[in-house]
């Protein structure tokens, strides 16, 4: 059985770091792209990055670019979001999603599966 | 940036009814269009991939249809478990964004 387990989230003050980490079990971990996709509460569903299967390709949304960085361990399963110069706007809950392919940008690609998520919340 | 908007932003049905919700993409996205249902407190689940497969396990009742920017989930007969809100999301380029989504509730 997939299954996805987010940790590292928490209270932060604005400008301050983070990491999230995403332990992936149940499934070859390096055979899929993974994505982070965010919500804040009581909101809608913001696409936030992407790794390919290999880590070798990266994508951002523009809101994120230049301050979160995600990576992956392939030999331990597991996926990271490192966010820098946290705002309050990036105040959500950090959903780790498996996509259904390997390159992370494949057109027909699909969220096949998700983590419970974990809450980030940035204010002083 | 491709675009996805999604009507009505609510609606309320009855069980039984037949319930259908709309998403445009702002430029055409093939078939490239999934859809996704979340219950309060839980994380989303697929529903339906490339606008009209049905994910694995899910009943089929649910149904997707649409190509091109103009896409649709219709739900034919609503059960209690459907209660929820739907969000269609673009694969076609990224980013992959999401619409905003459609909370369906009781009537």
């Known amino acids: 059985e997939v299954h996805l387990l987010e940790s590292g989230g928490g209270l932060i003050q604005p400008g301050g770091s983070l990491r999230l980490s995403c332990a992936a079990s149940?499934?070859?971990?390096?055979?899929?792209?993974m994505t982070w996709v965010r919500q804040t509460p009581g909101k809608g569903l913001d696409w936030v990055s992407v790794i390919s299967a290999s880590g070798h390709s990266t994508y951002y949304s523009d809101s994120v670019e230049g301050r979160f960085t995600i990576s992956r361990d392939n030999s331990k399963n597991t996926l990271f979001l490192h966010m820098n110069s946290l705002r309050a706007e990036d105040t959500a809950i950090y959903y780790c999603v498996r996509d259904h392919f390997d390159s992370g940008t494949r057109s027909g690609d699909s969220f096949d599966y998700w983590g419970q998520g974990t809450l980030v919340t940035v204010s002083s | 940036d491709v675009q996805m908007t999604q009507s009505p932003s609510s609606l309320g049905a009855s069980v039984g009814d037949r319930v259908s919700i709309t998403c445009r993409a702002s430029q055409r996205i093939s078939t490239n269009l999934n859809w996704y249902q979340q219950k309060p407190g839980k994380a989303p689940k697929l529903l339906i991939y490339t606008a009209s497969t049905l994910a694995s396990g899910v009943p089929s009742r649910f149904s997707g249809s649409g190509s091109g920017t103009d896409f649709s989930l219709t739900i034919s007969s609503l059960q209690p478990e459907d209660f929820a809100t739907y969000y269609c999301?673009?694969?076609?380029?990224?980013?992959?964004?999401f619409g905003q989504g459609t909370k369906v509730d009781s009537k």
């Open positions: 149940g499934f070859t971990f390096s055979y899929y792209a």
């Open positions: 999301q673009q694969s076609n380029y990224t980013p992959r964004r």
